[in-house]
C-alpha cells in the first residue's frame, strides 16, 4: 500500500496510543488530585461561608436578645422610678401634712401661752393698779392726817 507524503499509519496509531496513555497518566496523576484539591478547598471554604453565616445569625439571634433583655430592664427601671417618685410623693405629703400638724399645735400653744400671758400681765396691771390706788389712799389719808394735825 503506497501511502502519499510517508505517512506510517502504525507510527500514527503508536503516537495517539502514547498520547492517549500519557493524557490518562496526567489525568489521574496531575489533574485529578488537583481537582479533588480543589473541590475539597471549595467545600471547605463553603463550609466556613456557611459557618460564618450561623454564626451571624446567632449573633443577630442574640443582639435581638440583648435588645428584648434592655428594653424589659428599661421598662423595669422607669417603672421603679415611678413608683420611687410615688413614694417619695407620699412621703412628702405626709412630712408636710405632719409638719402642718406641729405648725397648728405650735400656734395652739402659742396662743394659750399668750393668752397666758396676757391674764398675767392683767392680773399684774390690776395688781399694781390696786397697790396705787392703795398708796395714793394712805397717802392721801396721811396727807389730811397731817393737815389736820
Known amino acids: 500500500m503506497n501511502i502519499p507524503l510517508n505517512i506510517d499509519w502504525?507510527?500514527?496509531?503508536?503516537?495517539?496510543?502514547?498520547f492517549v496513555i500519557l493524557a490518562g497518566g496526567l489525568y489521574f496523576l496531575l489533574y485529578?488530585?488537583?481537582?479533588d484539591f480543589m473541590d475539597q478547598r471549595i467545600a471547605y471554604y463553603q463550609g466556613l461561608e456557611k459557618e460564618a453565616a450561623?454564626?451571624?445569625?446567632?449573633?443577630?439571634?442574640q443582639e435581638q436578645?440583648?435588645?428584648n433583655r434592655l428594653e424589659s430592664v428599661d421598662l423595669e427601671a422607669n417603672r421603679k422610678?415611678?413608683?420611687a417618685a410615688r413614694d417619695a410623693e407620699k412621703t412628702a405629703k405626709m412630712i408636710i401634712d405632719d409638719a402642718n400638724k406641729q405648725k397648728e399645735q405650735i400656734l395652739e400653744q402659742a396662743q394659750k401661752q399668750a393668752e397666758h400671758e396676757k391674764e398675767k400681765i392683767l392680773q399684774?396691771?390690776?395688781?399694781?393698779i390696786v397697790g396705787l390706788a392703795m398708796a395714793a389712799t394712805v397717802k392721801?389719808?396721811?396727807g389730811e392726817a397731817v393737815s389736820h394735825e
Do not use: R
Request: net charge neutral; charged share 40%; aromatic share 6%.
Open 10 to 18: 502504525q507510527q500514527i496509531l503508536l503516537h495517539l496510543f502514547n
Open 32 to 35: 485529578k488530585p488537583v481537582k
Open 54 to 61: 450561623d454564626k451571624i445569625e446567632q449573633a443577630k439571634a
Open 65 to 67: 436578645e440583648y435588645k
Open 81 to 83: 422610678k415611678e413608683q
Open 124 to 128: 399684774d396691771a390690776k395688781e399694781e
Open 140 to 142: 392721801m389719808l396721811h
